[in-house]
């Protein structure tokens, strides 16, 4: 720290959890560590000419939220583990500050602000990693194996022993998990361990460069049965997983209010906490508000996670998906839960989707919308040439739209708002990843007849 550093007044969080400041000449300060209303002083690490980026050095005045971090590998220094960025601000708080990063985000870059906002969804804050990608690295300096999340800022795996927002069991395995790639044959050639947690079955999928040896199989089963987990083995991309040894129980999510099974595959794409999963699909369905007689398209379906629980309420629903392995898991999830008449889905790429492709699909009163990261700009693009085109098209009345990226969100927000004739009716945040910045959120958007 310089003692002579200015001393800075945080006014916000950003997109990636820093601390917000401005300099007196107006230069905007963006600080790791830092919380809104705190006193500090930064330690510049980038500097252009009209930003700064750094690291908390110094705090005069400490934010009332402020909260002594649960996890050892949580911290500011190079080697500590990047997997959370928050875990030094109450839960309660980084909830707030999510809320006020959608708000932002729609108000800024689209102009839109939302009629009403909804109450956060929210889950335990701790030990909900029901997904996660595991790096691994064998460093032959030490003959020791890490296994874990990056370290921060930096490609290399973090040492970790110990996780708190994995599933207590799978945290408390990270020792043991060393020690068995430690003495496989194949150790320098095993990148990944990817988790997948269902209701009754906890998958490991082990990414190996190399085909295995019968002994390091061996070890994989011993440890399978010492730790009650299901090996699966990837000797590629993620079609290539296949189980260690057939015949064990598959992997599946129930979402009870629906009366839903939902079967996966441990390198399908599932919601990394299953429990604010459960909570966002009720509420999704409800705000839609499918009735007798509604027809819906659920647009980025996936597996059918909306798709079986509108099937519950609606006339018919359309699941579109861009992967064609998840349209044929979204079919026979449909057919295992008896909703096949009522259920059905399609592939189509839905990043290059144009008004003809639209105007192609049966008529639907409502849509779901849940894209990647990258948002469903085509869709909303499409949807409002129509509308400004004076289409012989009957837009959806009601969007329901979850999101996993608040500018993506806002970009399509500002689309379906000021050329689609949509207000946004209500928007919200989902706490799927407590400790992270990472914002999850969902948004309604209503067009009158």
Known sequence: MHSDAPWLQVESLDLDGQGV??????????????????????????????????TLS???????????????????????????????LQPVAQVAAKQRVLE???????KVVPQRVLRPLQGPAWGYRQRARLSVRYVAKKDTVLVGFH???????????????????????????????????????VPQIE???????????????????????????????????QWWLQPGGPDSAQPLDPGGRALAYGL????????????????????????????????????????????????????????RRADAVLGIEGSRALVQRANENAAANALAERASFAMRNLFELTDTDLLALP?????????????????????????????????????????????????????????AGYVCSAAGVVDMFPHTAHVESLAVF???P
């Open 195 to 229: 988790l997948a947690e269902g209701d009754e079955v906890r998958a490991l999928v082990l990414r190996h460069l190399d085909p295995l040896c019968e002994p390091d199989r061996d070890r994989l089963r011993r440890f399978a049965a010492t730790h009650g987990v």
């Open 446 to 448: 209503d067009r009158s």
């Open 363 to 419: 008529r639907a009163q409502r849509w779901l919308i849940d894209p990647p990261r990258e948002g469903a700009f085509a869709l909303a693009s499409a949807a409002a040439d129509l509308v400004q085109a004076g289409a012989a098209w009957q837009p959806p009345r009601r969007i329901v739209y979850v999101s996993c990226n608040p500018a993506t969100l806002a970009r399509d927000a500002g689309l379906l708002v000021h050329r």
């Open 256 to 311: 009870p209010e629906f009366g839903l099974t939902i079967a996966f595959r441990p390198t399908d794409f599932t919601q990394v906490n299953l429990g604010v999963n459960r909570v966002l699909v009720s509420q999704a369905v409800r705000h839609l508000d499918p009735g007798p007689g509604d027809q819906v398209i659920d647009w980025f379906c996936g597996l059918g996670n909306f798709t079986l629980a509108l099937a």
């Open 58 to 88: 110094g705090l005069q005045r400490e934010s009332s939220q402020r909260t002594t971090p649960r996890c050892p590998h949580f911290g500011l220094h190079p080697r500590a583990c990047g997997g959370c960025k928050m875990q030094h």
């Open 21 to 54: 400041a401005r300099r007196g000449d107006g230069k905007v300060v963006f600080i790791e560590g830092a919380l809104p209303g705190e006193r500090v002083q930064v330690s510049v690490a980038r500097s252009k000419n009209h930003w700064e980026q750094g």
């Open 104 to 110: 932002d985000a729609l108000q800024h870059l689209a």
């Open 151 to 189: 370290e921060r800022k930096s490609r290399y795996v973090a040492d970790m022993t110990e996780c708190h927002v994995l599933p207590p069991q799978v945290g408390a395995l990270l020792p043991a998990l060393r020690e068995l790639i430690g003495a496989m044959a194949a150790r320098e050639r």
